[in-house]
């Protein structure tokens, strides 16, 4: 599933970095189901934990700039993805580059972000708004 605009959040710097999420993920998905190299799946996860990392952190620093209300539950969600995120890579290793553990790694991820983007980041937009209103 791509990224829409209905997922857009409405601050530019994190809707790019969540467009860039999304194509990983897709990539990811392409990869496992056309029997890619599991190298190449291997580096493709590696990229999604180190960008989801580097995401969080700016998506933090922004909350925390703008003294988001509820940065102490998107903290714990970011921590708790990262904790899922590490163990498909796990998983993936342990299972010797699985097709079925990548399909299931792309929808846990897929269905993660849109929830994710669609409820709580969301809600960090419609807070700059106000605020700037």
Not at 25 to 35: C, D, I, T
Not at 52 to 69: C, G, N, V
Request: aromatic share 10%; hydrophobic share 40%; net charge negative.
């Amino acid at each position: 599933m791509p990224w829409t605009q209905d997922l857009s959040v409405g601050v530019e710097l994190i809707d790019d970095q969540h467009k860039m999420c999304f194509e990983k993920a897709e990539a990811l998905f392409e990869a496992g189901k056309n029997h890619q190299a599991k190298e190449y799946i291997g580096e493709l996860l590696d990229f999604l934990s180190d960008y989801t990392k580097k995401h969080f952190a700016d998506e933090e620093k922004y909350m925390l700039s703008i003294q988001y209300p509820g940065y102490a539950e998107q903290k714990k969600e970011h921590e708790a993805f990262i904790a899922q995120l590490d163990k498909l890579k796990t998983d993936y290793e342990a299972s010797g580059g699985s097709l079925m553990v990548i399909l299931n790694a792309n929808q846990m991820v897929v269905t993660w972000l849109t929830r994710h983007i669609g409820t709580l980041d969301k809600k960090i937009g419609q807070f700059a708004r106000q605020k700037q209103a």
